[in-house]
């Protein structure tokens, strides 16, 4: 597929500097984001990047239709084509180097960087990925052994994707190979073709609402659920386009290609083969009456057509969270495949083993494709394990748990959410923030059954 070109010169996204925002080699008190240069990317999706289901703290899934906000007005928004090239400077107590003139942030083990928590995650490749958080975003070459602070900004990133289009997909390590990142805040993107200089980029007609799931392809393409609306790239120009499903408030996105996506609002699946012109609806969950709240919170992954979604609504006592897991492999018709046994009252249609489920409380979800996905989930603190994986190779036939835990046994006691992202069945990391405040980042090479800390 031919690479688009994504121009900044048409419509409304990208907007001026922003104060104390900007390349982390570059950054003075009154830095900011500079417009201009070259960009084609991909947006993340839940997927990737973002919080778990439990505590409404940002990210992919985790606000409700009524938090999303009204619908998005009928504007159009062009994508970059460039970030602002770094300056020169510091960065976290390392000095930043030059290439070709140009300054580049110094790369250290993250243990030796003063960061305020992780949100979100997203590989690229086994070796070139990315976290991010309140500490703005951080990029590896090397698989986690090192990491540059490459944007920072005093918004929150809820979460990051990064993609290699594929004639690149060969350049595992090599600085010089392309990577399109892209990023979000509850309010604005992120966008990069090299994962170094990143350009802010408006939802056009968002007002007050929020983003909540983006979903990126490999061509550049981009789709994106934005205050209760799904937004989509035009494949000539980048320009965002709102087609969302008639009278449905989106939360949740993720795309197949340029033509096919899904979108989720509260209890029901939606599907389009047209870029969004037209949505048919493919599944409603036969669910219960909803959390305390009176809103059942969905969150979609997909590779291909193999699509999972869950839905997950408010806890009880005991530190549960209601939730149930579907699965399709052809992205119409939908079964059950994990759930909360305890809340068996709110999908009396659900009838599954007792130990179906991925914890007391669901977490982020990764979709591997043909039929594989990777979960995490927690249990109450004092009960043991804290954090959970479950895998599955078989559509959620059947399910093999156990605990996140490092070489000596030990496994971070996260105090916010964790994010998740695998760059294929055998690569994966966990990135999270400790109960002391301090970022942590977990790495397998074996498909989650062993996991060390990156330096």
Avoid at 145 to 159: E, H, M, N
Avoid at 173 to 188: D, I, K, L
Avoid at 408 to 434: K, M, R
Wanted: aromatic share 8%; hydrophobic share 40%.
């Amino acid at each position: 597929m031919k690479m688009k070109t994504i121009s900044l010169l048409t419509g409304l996204a990208v907007v001026a500097a922003i104060a104390g925002c900007g390349p982390a080699a570059s950054l003075s008190p009154n830095a900011g984001n500079v417009p201009g240069g070259s960009v084609a990317g991909n947006l993340t999706g839940n997927t990737a990047g973002g919080q778990p289901a439990v505590g409404d703290q940002g990210g992919s899934g985790n606000l409700s239709p009524e938090q999303a906000g009204a619908g998005a007005a009928d504007q159009t928004g062009s994508l970059p084509e460039s970030g602002a090239p770094a300056a020169g400077g510091t960065v976290s107590g390392g000095q930043a180097g030059t290439s070709g003139g140009v300054a580049v942030p110094a790369e250290m083990p993250l243990s030796h960087m003063d960061l305020d928590g992780l949100d979100a995650v997203s590989f690229a490749d086994a070796t070139t990925g990315f976290v991010a958080g309140k500490s703005g975003i951080l990029r590896t070459h090397d698989g986690g052994r090192t990491w540059a602070q490459v944007y920072v900004c005093p918004d929150p990133i809820l979460g990051i994707d990064a993609k290699r289009p594929p004639q690149d997909q060969g350049s595992q390590g090599q600085t010089g190979g392309r990577v399109y990142v892209w990023a979000y805040t509850y309010t604005y993107l992120l966008a990069s073709t090299d994962g170094r200089y990143f350009t802010r980029i408006n939802v056009p007609g968002l007002g007050q609402g929020h983003i909540t799931s983006l979903s990126a392809l490999p061509d550049a393409g981009v789709w994106l659920a934005a205050g209760g609306a799904v937004y989509v790239s035009d494949p000539m120009n980048g320009a965002l386009q709102k087609r969302s499903p008639a009278g449905a408030a989106v939360t949740e996105v993720a795309a197949v290609s340029d033509e096919v996506a899904y979108a989720a609002a509260g209890r029901s699946v939606y599907r389009t083969t047209d870029a969004g012109r037209h949505w048919t609806k493919v599944f409603t969950a036969p669910l219960g009456q909803e959390d305390v709240r009176g809103v059942w919170r969905p969150r979609l992954v997909a590779a291909g057509n193999d699509v999972w979604v869950m839905f997950y609504g408010g806890g009880a006592g005991m530190s549960q969270v209601a939730y149930v897991i579907y699965h399709s492999g052809d992205g119409s018709h939908f079964a059950p495949v994990a759930y909360e046994g305890y809340f068996q009252s709110l999908y009396p249609s659900v009838h599954l083993p007792p130990k179906a489920n991925i914890g007391a409380q669901p977490g982020p979800m990764e979709a591997l494709g043909g039929g594989k996905a990777v979960f995490l989930g927690w249990e109450p603190r004092g009960t043991g394990d804290s954090v959970l994986m479950t895998t599955t190779p078989d559509g959620g036939k059947s399910l093999r748990t156990q605990p996140v835990k490092t070489a000596d046994s030990q496994a971070p006691d996260f105090f916010s959410g964790i994010a998740l992202s695998f760059s294929d069945p055998a690569h994966g990391w966990i990135a999270g923030t400790t109960m002391d405040k301090k970022p942590v980042v977990l790495r397998t090479v074996d498909g989650g059954k062993s996991w060390a800390p990156v330096p």
